[in-house]
């Protein structure tokens, strides 16, 4: 039974017919770490070797930024990028179109745009075979669940139910990392042409762009780059010249070289905030209801529960412990399924939010922490969380 879902998977995904879509191909988080370029001197020295000039060159330029040494060796350094990135970017299937999208890790996560997988709660995944050139085979065939959406935003998230054999997740970058002039990357699979590799530069950052398609309208914050981007390469990954996902390819308009990415300033807000659940939404007449104020169970803090999606449960719940040392503290079930996905705590009770916990993948277990220097409910950056660090 799987072996024929597979190749049925497979047909659509490497056949040009399941290409004919629409025109349409489709708070910064700061470098921890293990966020640190992928593709530098020391993890790359033989991409840094001055086009093979001899010692003595390479001792001349010992120090100096890659981009500022004439002799670099540029096609083995693109080469470098897709040999260690594209087997983090798979194909996105569903019994009506095909796309691209990107596993970043945070609890086996694929993140890939909205309307590519609008309308499915499960979609097939392919991904890259170890050898260059072959067939996906059943073995790189899997499973995903749609966990999250963001439709104005174009984007959503894909739960895998295993991590994948020997796959790193691509780095996230940050808003730093998006300058004019700058040379992208992209992987994906236009017009079933599976793990195509282009590249180009950055045209201009735009802030709260505007775009409509056949879905309604979006708004994002979007990189324009020249980077040839065709259907297929929907929820695909733009990369920065060092290799981290600094946008997601979504859009292209009509004329020569115009094609969008939503930026990573975006991709990071949407990991940090409450969006549209999967599968349970509100009706369109669902206005929040508050269901109970009072004592919690243990009558140590007053609390208020509401109903946002009209089932009759509470999914937003303020609590406010009668200890002032203790923090007011909101907590949040987005995908509507009775737990928890989001905790945010106004630790010293000024009425502005300071910190926050996020369960990404819905699995019960924290990914990610956000700062709110600002004292909004959004935090304004994320990092990943470290089980044992006291936050």
Known sequence: ?????????????LTEAAMAQADLIGQAIPA??????????????????MGGLGASVAAKY???????????????????????????????????????????GLGDIILTNWHVVKGFQKVGLLFKPPTDGTKPSEADFEIAQVVKTDPAQDLALLRLASTPRNIKPIVLGSESDIQVGADVHAIGHPTGEAWTYTKGFISQYRKDYEWRDEEGTHKASVIQTQTPINPG???GPLLSDDGKLIGVNTFKAKGEALNFAISIADVQ?????????????????????????????????????????????????????????KPISVHLDTNFDGKTDISVEDRNRDQRWDISFHDVDFDGKIDLVGYH?????TPSRLDKYASGHRY
């Open 1 to 13: 039974m799987k072996r024929a879902v597979v190749s049925a998977f497979i047909a659509v995904a």
């Open 32 to 49: 921890s770490p293990e966020n640190a370029s992928i593709l530098s001197l020391e993890s790359s020295p033989e991409l840094y070797d």
């Open 62 to 104: 010992a120090g100096t930024k890659r981009a500022d040494a004439p002799f670099v060796s540029r096609g083995r350094h693109d080469s470098e990028i897709y040999r260690q990135l594209s087997p983090s970017v798979v194909i996105v299937v569903t019994d009506k179109s095909i796309g691209s999208g990107s596993y970043i």
């Open 233 to 235: 390469n929907s929820g």
């Open 269 to 325: 807000a949407f990991l940090g905030k409450a969006a549209q659940p999967i599968p349970s939404k509100a009706p369109a007449t669902c206005k929040s209801v508050k269901l109970y104020e009072g004592r919690d169970r243990q009558n140590i803090a007053l609390l208020v529960q509401f109903d946002t999606n009209c089932d009759g449960k509470p999914d937003y719940s303020v609590v406010t412990p009668d200890d002032l040392t």
């Open 373 to 377: 220097p600002d004292g909004k409910l």
